[in-house]
């Protein structure tokens, strides 16, 4: 898939944004439409190495889990999530948050996704309808992020790690 570039500002300041979207386990709140079931791959889910696996609701997918994990991590301007999904995992995925002030108290998010498929099945799958579904998917999710974010509604679940909290006192975020 070519990389596909989506826009969307949000009345909150940068560092709000950024901070919210450093925790992976909230993505499961804004992107629960397309990217479903959500779980932690560790217990600390905020900042870099934070990592979690999902199902990618997606037409003509049968291997529809797919993984991500923060690669990069610049506050206040940039997150980068590299992780990958399909059979047997080949098909690598880049997602990037680049977040900007745009000088009216508000913030720019420019999200950034790009997959990189192994063979040419994967591909023509891609082509058939994933790519556009995947576009959509993520378009929607930004527009309900700026719900969440300015509003507080149309929260849906957090993500958690099975089985509660492992070391309540060492203040990690909850």
């Given amino acids: 898939?070519?990389?596909?570039?989506?826009?969307?500002?949000?009345?909150?300041?940068?560092?709000?944004?950024?901070?919210?979207?450093?925790?992976?386990?909230?993505?499961?709140?804004f992107t629960g439409r397309f990217l479903t079931d959500w779980r932690m791959?560790?217990?600390?889910t905020y900042g870099l190495?934070?990592?979690?696996?999902?199902?990618e609701e997606l037409p003509f997918d049968r291997f529809g889990w797919g993984d991500m994990a923060i690669a990069e991590y610049q506050a206040p301007r940039l997150i980068v999530l590299v992780g990958c999904g399909g059979?047997?995992?080949?098909?690598?995925?880049?997602?990037a948050f680049e977040l900007s002030d745009?000088?009216?108290?508000?913030?720019?998010?420019?999200l950034t996704v790009e997959t990189r498929p192994v063979f040419p099945s994967d591909k023509l799958v891609g082509a058939v309808?994933?790519?556009?579904?995947?576009?959509?998917?993520?378009?929607?999710?930004?527009?309900?992020?700026?719900?969440?974010l300015e509003e507080g509604?149309?929260?849906g679940p957090r993500a958690t790690i099975a089985?509660?909290?492992?070391?309540?006192?060492t203040g990690l975020r909850g």
């Fill in 1 to 29: 898939m070519q990389p596909c570039t989506i826009s969307q500002r949000v009345e909150r300041p940068q560092a709000v944004v950024f901070d919210y979207l450093s925790d992976l386990a909230n993505y499961a709140e």
């Fill in 41 to 44: 791959t560790r217990e600390e």
């Fill in 49 to 55: 190495g934070a990592g979690g696996r999902f199902r």
């Fill in 87 to 95: 059979k047997y995992n080949r098909i690598r995925t880049l997602t």
């Fill in 102 to 110: 745009d000088g009216d108290g508000g913030t720019q998010i420019t």
């Fill in 129 to 148: 309808g994933q790519d556009r579904a995947r576009r959509r998917g993520w378009r929607k999710s930004l527009r309900r992020l700026a719900l969440i």
């Fill in 153 to 155: 509604r149309e929260r």
């Fill in 163 to 169: 089985g509660g909290a492992r070391k309540p006192a």
